[in-house]
């Protein structure tokens, strides 16, 4: 149930206690922009029978609705004479009616901006305390906190500020698209659960890039959640529509990166198995993709036989290169021909026996799990098997090469730069990107 109380401003108070906080909060920045006091007018307060209860929670208020405005009044004179007074002074002491009555007389107004202050010196202090504590933890914590740092900067942000942040990784502009610097764990299409993603956005980086008037942009193709690197935008339906066609008849030439547990044997070859969805069951039933090949070995392991493949499954194609490696990691180079869901990471995982760095879903064939290292890979990566969730997936778009220009005449190519994370595994792995390569 929600509640109106009449001032200079509009408040709004859910069910939740911690919403309620948070809104007031917000509320007072508000007037502290703006100059106005938190204090009413000769205006009544309203409110409903079930925000009651809720004011009476948050404030720990014995006294009726009414002199909720009033409290907060007498609170912020409190707060001017004590400042060094901790956060439970806000809320104010348990008073009744007749004490309000008392002192109310010859109290200083709150000014919202007063109230703004404190709240943001607190919450300096807050984030201050927070790191000294980080620092203070085992290396092992502080390698935690840097790759959270990393993976979950830009998932939980204001649209505004995901759409200036994939502005300022604009990789490649034309009069017919753009394309971006995907960042990590940023889902490109929306759903259950998901605050933020690229398809959202796509109306306020259009005005960013092109003015108000700006038609907004349009998704080319997809990229994974956890996937980042280069990916392309098109300006209007029609530009979108020949990407879309470029796409689907291979004619874009896409590059892949992968950081891998493991060397592939051979260095480099073609990946031809079929790929198939299958269902996992067991204590968490899950979907995953999986290899369906054409092909298997005799009993005796002397000869090869090919079988009927599956209907249900899926042409898949991958070239593939080693870049540098150490004895027990890879920098790889993929290619996919073909397009089907997860084939980079299926015929990583279970084509070559590398697992990609950080990829938990294909870690196991039938659990989800985080991704099981060896010590001495866990130890030069600066963590242990307990932390191993934190992982990112080391997958990123490095390049995308397609026709472009007046007639499709010339070719386009776009690069993009490894992500932070990225660069310190290799570092900490000790592979060195090659020789032209720029990271």
Known sequence: MAARIWTRAWVLLSSNSANATSILRKTFSHLSRTGADWVPRGQPAVLTHGSVTNVRCLFKSTGAAAQFPRRIQRQGAAEKETPNSDRESVRGPETGRGSAAKTGKG??????????????????????????????????????????????????????????????????????????????????????????????????????????????????????????????????????????????????????????????VPSEGVIDIPIIEREVSGPQPHFKMSLAPVFRLSEGGESVTRVRPSRESHQAVTRYRTLASTGTSALVELQPVTGVKHQIRVHMSLGLGCQILGDHKYAHNSKLAPQKLSEGFLRRLGLVQSKARHLPLHLHARQLTFPGGSGGHQEVTVSSPLPKFFLTSLKRLKIELPGKEEP
């Open 107 to 264: 109290v200083k107004k709150l000014k919202a901006v007063d109230l703004a202050h404190r709240l943001r010196r607190e919450k300096r202090e807050e984030d201050v305390a927070k790191r000294k504590i980080v620092k203070s933890d085992s290396p092992v914590l502080r390698r935690v906190q840097e790759l959270r740092q990393f993976t979950l900067q830009l998932q939980k942000v204001h649209p505004n500020v995901l759409a200036k942040a994939l502005k300022r990784g604009i990789l490649y502009e034309d009069q017919e698209l753009i394309a971006i610097n995907k960042p990590y764990g940023v889902p490109v299409h929306g759903g259950p659960g998901v605050k933020n993603n690229i398809g959202e956005v796509l109306p306020i980086l259009a005005k960013m890039t092109g003015g108000m008037g700006a038609e907004p942009l349009h998704l080319c193709h997809r990229l994974d959640k956890e996937t980042t690197g280069a990916m392309l935008l098109a300006k209007s339906e029609e530009s979108a529509d020949h990407i879309h066609h470029l796409f689907k008849t291979h004619q874009v030439v896409k590059k892949y990166w992968v950081l891998c547990v493991g060397v592939p």
